[in-house]
């Protein structure tokens, strides 16, 4: 999935690029496709600034490759402040599909775990790194269309939701709220995009759309009358073998461990800390604007309805609060306490109100 963004001025492309710098890490490859002209140098001057770097940012159409110094002190991406390494600017313009890239040292740089490569007319590459963002522009009447989008060997892809969502045997009305979930979050998500903040909807998209995959193995009880389909004999007894299998295992848990296991750690985490009392008990984890998004969203989805964030918890406490005991109950009055400054927090600045949901 694509996040997609609008700029009609090279400013705003330079400001587009600065956003992204914030979000790389060491290591992290950033692959620009897109025809002369379409604002691919200007946003890498942007990730240059973002990175700390005051030198003249050129494209190196002859030289291939320019080599800079990041992570200098006054960057406001922590993450290089105490691991400096180089920013590889490449520019692949006057190379064909399918030309050695060793001699021009990409093979090298990309091997660095202390580097950010950055490298234009990507399509020239015949194997592009498992794990890396790709940006796409082009070129519009009065404006650049610049898309976003994130590849990772750690994240869930879209187009394999389906199947763990039939291998877990999801109930129908679990999608139902898992589905409502995920219209939240994107909606949110598409007015951040708006404000240009870089968002990785391929870890939010498919983390909303399986944070309950397991939610069948711990409810309170299974009753019949509450699913929405026909149940066979087949189905029922693979729920209740998932039920003892993984008796007074929280649902985020079964779900998380379950996507760790299979090397999908990012995904895993995301599903984790959608857990309610994370918020209160380990509020560190939920670290990220996608982490937050997706939290949020499943406390304002009521089964399949959008609620205000007062009745999802009024909800919580007539369904629930029944059985906890009093150092539960205490804890649960704090996670709402900070889910309700958490919506504050989240919706400042923005175009949308949480009532526009």
Known sequence: ?????????????????????????????????????????????????????????????????????????????????????HLYHYDLYRLNAGDDLTSIGLTESLDDDRAI????????????????????????????????????????????IESFLNEWL?????????????????????????????????????????????????????????FKEKITKEKLERWEEMRERYKDIHHADIASEFFRKLGYKKTAECIYVHKSRVLATEPERIDTLEKKIVYYSDKRVKHDEVVPLKERFRDGWERYGEHDDTGTKKLFKEVEKRTFTLEKELFEGLDIKPEDL
Request: proline share 4%; aromatic share 8%.
């Open 170 to 226: 999801t109930p129908v009305h679990v999608q139902g709220h898992i589905k409502k979930t995920t219209e939240v979050a994107m909606k949110i998500a598409e007015a951040y995009i708006r404000q240009g903040e870089i968002i990785n909807l391929n870890l939010i998209y498919p983390s909303a759309m399986m944070h309950d995959i397991a939610r069948v193995c711990d409810f309170y009880k299974l009753d019949k009358s509450n």
């Open 1 to 85: 999935m694509r996040a997609t963004y609008i700029t009609k001025s090279p400013e705003e492309t330079i400001n587009l690029g600065e956003r992204l710098a914030y979000r790389l890490s060491p290591g992290d490859c950033v692959l620009l496709y897109g025809d002369l002209g379409s604002g691919k140098t200007h946003f890498v001057k942007g990730v240059a600034k973002g990175l700390g770097i005051n030198n003249i940012i050129k494209s190196p159409t002859f030289a291939y490759v320019n080599r800079y110094t990041i992570g200098k002190l006054e960057t406001r991406n922590s993450k290089f402040e105490a691991n400096h390494g």
């Open 117 to 160: 490569n950055v490298v234009e007319w990507a399509d020239r590459m015949i194997e592009v790194p498992k794990k890396h963002i790709g940006v796409y522009f082009e070129t519009k009447s009065d404006h650049h269309k610049i898309q976003v989008r994130f590849v990772d060997p750690e994240i869930v892809m879209p187009d394999q």
